[in-house]
């Protein structure tokens, strides 16, 4: 009889929160108190399955010199496992599988042998071991919660991410779990909207959604350096946010990070974020692409781990936040979703989740996904209005959005596999467009990033449009917290941008120290509010 566990080899820990159950018939997760999955012993396991200990409800404090790690060591102890993941030649039309290629994890690889993309493959028959519903209630039990790892996002998915690895090797700051907030009035007022919501994941440790794929990435380094691998220390090009990860994740392990950033093209709270956490940082004379081009050179002649999203290690922890968002509405399918998209990465990301879910019957559709590009840097805009003909990088030019501002896409063929699977679409923003979206996004109470004013934009063009309709549910991922782009929205609202009008900027008034002065301007200004009180 078939068995199925939820983490990692002979050498991994595993969760309290799993349950052992037999393939037939479907198991149900049975839960003591709604927070906690009760292992099962019917029928017992063999010998070579250690079954976790059941959690009791009113759970005692840890003793006082033991921390979290030490606690889930103890209360987890290490068991053989069906589930695994393994690195395949990414193949856009697996119909045509032409080779049996694969690597373990813990090999250091980047590309197959036909110098093409690698994407990790999970063991889907084992997974589905178990039906949807166990998957939900094993997902929404550990939501919010301090038990180490599952206090995060991503980990709370372990099984579907990482299921290999031993929790003693995580690294994570419990990053996910971010806000799904309802636009309301930005909803109702600028788009005719009444179900538009907006996935924070900027509200994460350093302010973006790469810390969803960076704690996968640095955990299985830190695994491999455990296991006396050629790793010396951890590599990334970036346009700001990658490296913020990248070094904060390194930092809390210990670990060396190495960082390749353009010269003058991201801003300075970008640019403070890996020197504060210790990075080494070259700044070049190059754009991204100038970077990424160094950084693959580099990596393949020193003992450094390619960081960047080219690595699909990473891609596993941000396709989290697909799964969240639909978890957060209580497994219910959103119509749209609608991305940003630079090295294209996070909307392949964004697909795989929602497919997984699909496929392991949590849900019975996916969204349909809308990669949003800036105009000043939009292969993908362009292969899509040509029908999705032979692939042109462009050169990117300079774009608030700078994280995005990536003119050869590592992922491409990702993005155009995730889009045409899922009936997608791609839109552009101008300059312009974007700020101003991000100006009224602003003015409703959030504080979004210009690449989220990119995906507005997309929004704004498709309602108008008649594609989105006024009552889709709609969700827009904000992919970096606003406070990191501060100086473009002194400088909109100091309306000091060339050629730009800044319709919607609110420039601080001058006004006279004293009582008169300031009775005047507060009259007249509450008059424009209200010119009937």
């Given at each position: ?72 060591r103890r209360n987890n102890p290490t068991y053989s496992h069906l589930f695994s993941a393994k ?52 997902f929404d039990s550990r939501v919010g919660k301090t038990t180490w790892p599952y206090g995060s ?292 109470g959030m504080f979004i990033c210009p690449h989220t004013g990119v995906a507005l934009t997309a ?75």
């Open positions: 009889m078939a068995y199925s566990c939820s983490c990692s080899s002979s050498s991994s820990s595993t969760s309290s929160f799993f349950s052992i159950k037999p393939k037939t018939p479907s198991p149900k997760p049975h839960f003591p108190k709604p927070h906690f999955i009760k292992a099962s012993t019917n029928p017992s396991p063999p010998p070579s399955q250690q079954q976790p200990k059941p959690i009791s409800v009113s759970k005692p404090r840890r003793p006082l010199d033991e921390n979290i790690r030490d606690e889930a690195y395949v030649p990414f193949n856009p039309d697996p119909s045509h599988q032409t080779s049996d290629e694969s690597y373990s994890l813990d090999e250091i690889v980047y590309r197959s042998r036909s110098g093409g993309l690698l994407d990790v493959e999970h063991d889907i028959a084992a997974l589905k071991t178990y039906d949807g519903k166990y998957w939900r209630d094993l996002g991503v980990w709370s998915k372990k099984e579907w991410v990482l299921p290999e690895i031993d929790d003693a090797d995580i690294v994570s700051a419990f990053e996910g779990n971010s806000n799904l907030f309802w636009a309301e009035r930005y909803g109702k007022q600028f788009l005719g909207m009444n179900d538009l919501w907006v996935k924070h994941c900027g509200i994460s440790h350093t302010g973006s959604f790469k810390d969803l794929g960076m704690t996968v990435l640095v955990s299985q380094v830190n695994r491999l350096r455990k296991m006396n691998r050629p790793v010396v220390g951890v590599g990334c090009a970036s346009t700001g946010d990658t490296s913020a990860a990248l070094s904060a994740y390194c930092a809390s392990a210990g670990i060396p990070s190495i960082v390749f950033l353009p010269a003058n093209r991201i801003s300075i709270a970008q640019l403070v974020q890996p020197i504060a956490n210790g990075a080494f940082v070259l700044s070049l004379d190059t754009d991204f692409d100038g970077c990424m081009h160094l950084i693959r050179e580099v990596t393949s002649e020193l003992p450094i781990y390619l960081a960047n999203s080219l690595n699909s290690l990473r891609l596993e922890g941000q396709k989290t936040a697909a799964i969240e968002i639909l978890q957060q509405f209580d497994w219910q399918v959103p119509d749209w979703v609608i991305v940003p998209g630079g090295n294209l990465g996070n909307i392949y990301a964004f697909y795989k989740g929602f497919h997984m879910c699909k496929e392991l019957g949590l849900v019975d559709r996916i969204p349909r996904l809308v990669c949003a590009q800036a105009a000043n840097a939009n292969p993908l805009y362009l292969h899509y209005k040509s029908g999705w003909k032979d692939f042109k990088a462009v050169k990117a030019n300079a774009t608030f959005a700078s994280a995005i501002q990536i003119g050869d896409p590592v992922s491409i063929d990702r993005a155009v596999y995730a889009l045409k699977n899922s009936n997608g679409i791609v839109e552009e923003a101008t300059e312009e467009e974007l700020m101003d979206a991000m100006a009224e996004a602003d003015s409703t929004l704004i063009k498709l309602r108008k449009s008649g594609v989105i309709g006024k009552t889709d549910r709609t969700v827009v991922v904000s992919t970096a917290h606003g406070l990191k782009f501060t100086q473009s929205k002194i400088d909109y609202h100091s309306k000091e941008i060339k050629d730009m009008a800044c319709r919607f900027a609110n420039p601080p008034v001058h006004v006279k120290a004293d009582f008169a002065s300031v009775m005047d301007v507060l009259q007249r200004y509450l008059l424009s509010k209200s010119p009937n009180h």
